[in-house]
C-alpha cells in the first residue's frame, strides 16, 4: 500500500518562500508520476505540478510557472515543491499525489489513487 506524507506548510507573506516535502512509501516507483494538487475553500482541487518519478517529465500549471519547482531526492523517496514568490491566491491546502498516470492524465486529480493528508500553505498580503 503506498502511503503519502506531506510537510512543509504554513503562513509566509506575499513575495516569501516555503518548500513542501512529500515521503513516499509503500512500493518502487519506476515510471510512477508525483504530483502537488491544490484547493482553496469552496474551489475544485487544481493541478499544480507533476513529475516522473525518474524527472524525465516535468510540468507546471500557467499559474505556478517561473514560481514553483516540484524536484526529487529518489534517496530519500521524497518529492518536493519549492514556491517562490508567493501570492495570496496561492493559499490553498496543497496534496501530494501518486498513481501511474498517462501523459494527458497527469493533470487531473480523478487519475490518481494514492493521496498525502494534505498541508495548510497560507499567504498573507
Known amino acids: 500500500q503506498v502511503q503519502l506524507v506531506e510537510s512543509g506548510g504554513g503562513l509566509v507573506q506575499a513575495g516569501g518562500s516555503l518548500r513542501l516535502s512529500c515521503v513516499v512509501s509503500?512500493?518502487?516507483?519506476?515510471?510512477?508520476?508525483t504530483a502537488w494538487f491544490r484547493q482553496a475553500p469552496v474551489k475544485e482541487r487544481e493541478f499544480v505540478a507533476a513529475?516522473?518519478?525518474?524527472?524525465?517529465?516535468?510540468r507546471y500549471a500557467d499559474s505556478v510557472k517561473g514560481r514553483f519547482a516540484i524536484s526529487r531526492d529518489n534517496t530519500k523517496n521524497t518529492v518536493y515543491l519549492q514556491m517562490n514568490s508567493l501570492k495570496p491566491e496561492d493559499t490553498a491546502v496543497y496534496y501530494c499525489?501518486?498513481?501511474?498516470?498517462?501523459?494527458?492524465?497527469?493533470?487531473?486529480?480523478?487519475?490518481?489513487?494514492?493521496w498525502g493528508q494534505g498541508t495548510q500553505v497560507t499567504v498573507s498580503s
Open positions: 499525489a501518486a498513481d501511474l498516470v498517462t501523459n494527458t492524465g497527469r493533470y487531473s486529480p480523478i487519475a490518481y489513487k494514492n
Open positions: 509503500g512500493r518502487t516507483f519506476g515510471t510512477w508520476t
Open positions: 513529475s516522473t518519478w525518474n524527472g524525465g517529465t516535468i
